[in-house]
């Protein structure tokens, strides 16, 4: 018996309890990792509630995950006993489909969400498949680099998936958990950058994080002086927004990209995408090759996300603390178990 010890929710809405699970033989292909700190990401929020219809209960949450390898299975490749290591939202993948044989992942049909099916990182150990479990490097400071592997990866995948040049402007949409380190991605990308908040009172923090502009989402006149500037627009939160004033902030062949999941229908002006032959697109995480390669850019560029730390026995209080939007900007759980 393979006992593994965390944290666990039953059901929805449900405080997180004390919960132990067998894990069973480890795979041939996987990793077991001892969990030194776990990011708390909203992505946890919305399954702890089923707010995406896709919860399976008991769940124990988390999915951003850092620690050491303690086991391999006999399959395991690249990977070594001691090993920092990180995981993200996505446990496994089926490895022989297209899109896996691709590098593209994280758009497998099989993929394994790392706390959907699975039981994550608020807990003392979890497991992963060798090609998911990602590699830390030397620069990145354990403590704080949880974040980086979802939220991270979601607003820099994107840079990378469309060919952003360094001579682009780039705007992001909120500025919070996700914004704030998509400011960080794009200003060292070399772009310049452009942030959108509706309260005036994170203009500062916004250009600490990168932003060479900083404009209120929520003035109109403001959104019309930089109409046409744009070749990228990264939006970042999970609310409605004006989506037609968004649009019209970019040039001719602009996209705006959706990484913030939006329950609500987006009303888009088709007139406005025809002819100025604009895109709207989305997309989740990032395959383990650009999370790899995120990771080593954030260590080049001494990019890390700004974050609270909880101990993991005060997960109720953290979960708290971020759903009543106080974070500032992401919250790392500290294993503390026995």
Same mark, same amino acid.
């Given at each position: 018996m393979t006992e593994?010890?965390?944290?666990?929710?039953?059901?929805?809405?449900?405080?997180?309890?004390?919960?132990?699970?067998?894990?069973?033989?480890?795979? /041939?292909?996987?990793?077991?990792?001892? $969990?030194?700190?776990? !990011? +708390?990401? &909203?992505?946890? =929020?919305?399954?702890? *509630?089923?707010?995406?219809?896709?919860?399976?209960?008991?769940?124990?949450?988390?999915?951003?995950?850092?620690?050491?390898?303690?086991?391999?299975?006999?399959?395991?490749?690249?990977?070594?006993?001691?090993?920092?290591?990180?995981?993200?939202?996505?446990?496994?993948?089926?490895?022989?489909?297209?899109?896996?044989?691709?590098?593209?992942?994280?758009?497998?049909?099989?993929?394994?969400?790392?706390?959907?099916?699975?039981?994550?990182?608020?807990?003392?150990?979890?497991?992963?498949?060798?090609?998911?479990?990602?590699?830390?490097?030397?620069?990145?400071?354990?403590?704080?680099?949880?974040?980086?592997?979802?939220?991270?990866?979601?607003?820099?995948?994107?840079?990378?998936?469309?060919?952003?040049? /360094?001579?682009?402007?780039?705007?992001? $949409?909120?500025?919070? !958990? +996700?914004? &704030?380190?998509? =400011?960080?991605?794009? *200003?060292?990308?070399?772009?310049?950058?452009t942030a959108f908040?509706?309260?005036?009172?994170?203009?500062?923090?916004?250009?600490?994080?990168?932003?060479?502009?900083?404009?209120?989402?929520?003035?109109?006149?403001?959104?019309?002086?930089?109409?046409?500037?744009?070749?990228?627009?990264?939006?970042?939160?999970?609310?409605?927004?004006?989506?037609?004033?968004?649009?019209?902030?970019l040039k001719p062949?602009?996209?705006?990209?959706?990484?913030?999941?939006?329950?609500?229908?987006?009303?888009?002006?088709?007139?406005?995408?025809?002819?100025?032959?604009?895109?709207?697109?989305?997309?989740?995480?990032?395959?383990?090759?650009?999370?790899?390669?995120?990771?080593?850019?954030?260590?080049?560029?001494?990019?890390?996300?700004?974050?609270?730390?909880?101990?993991?026995?005060?997960?109720?209080?953290?979960?708290?603390?971020?759903?009543?939007?106080?974070?500032?900007?992401?919250?790392?759980?500290?294993?503390?178990?026995?």
């Amino acid at each position: 018996m393979t006992e593994i010890h965390g944290w666990a929710t039953h059901g929805p809405r449900q405080k997180l309890k004390p919960f132990s699970y067998d894990a069973g033989p480890l795979g /041939p292909e996987e990793v077991e990792i001892a $969990v030194k700190y776990c !990011g +708390l990401c &909203h992505s946890d =929020l919305s399954i702890i *509630n089923d707010e995406w219809g896709m919860s399976q209960y008991p769940v124990i949450p988390g999915h951003e995950v850092v620690g050491k390898i303690v086991a391999l299975g006999d399959y395991a490749k690249g990977l070594s006993i001691g090993q920092r290591v990180g995981v993200g939202w996505n446990a496994g993948s089926c490895m022989h489909c297209h899109e896996c044989m691709t590098g593209n992942n994280n758009l497998c049909a099989e993929a394994v969400p790392t706390i959907v099916g699975h039981q994550g990182g608020f807990a003392g150990r979890v497991r992963a498949h060798w090609a998911w479990t990602i590699p830390l490097p030397d620069a990145l400071d354990m403590t704080s680099a949880g974040p980086l592997l979802c939220g991270g990866i979601t607003v820099f995948a994107p840079l990378m998936t469309f060919g952003v040049k /360094p001579t682009d402007r780039v705007g992001v $949409v909120g500025i919070g !958990g +996700l914004g &704030h380190m998509g =400011l960080r991605f794009a *200003n060292a990308w070399g772009c310049e950058v452009t942030a959108f908040t509706s309260h005036a009172s994170k203009s500062e923090e916004a250009r600490g994080f990168g932003a060479h502009h900083v404009v209120s989402s929520r003035d109109s006149e403001a959104m019309q002086d930089i109409a046409g500037s744009l070749d990228m627009l990264i939006v970042t939160v999970n609310a409605p927004l004006d989506w037609a004033a968004l649009l019209k902030t970019l040039k001719p062949n602009g996209r705006l990209h959706v990484v913030g999941a939006v329950l609500e229908p987006m009303p888009i002006p088709a007139i406005d995408l025809i002819f100025g032959q604009k895109s709207v697109s989305g997309s989740p995480n990032g395959s383990p090759v650009k999370m790899a390669t995120m990771l080593d850019f954030a260590a080049r560029h001494d990019i890390a996300p700004q974050v609270e730390h909880f101990p993991m026995s005060q997960v109720n209080e953290a979960l708290e603390h971020l759903a009543a939007g106080r974070a500032r900007y992401r919250i790392v759980l500290d294993a503390d178990f026995a």
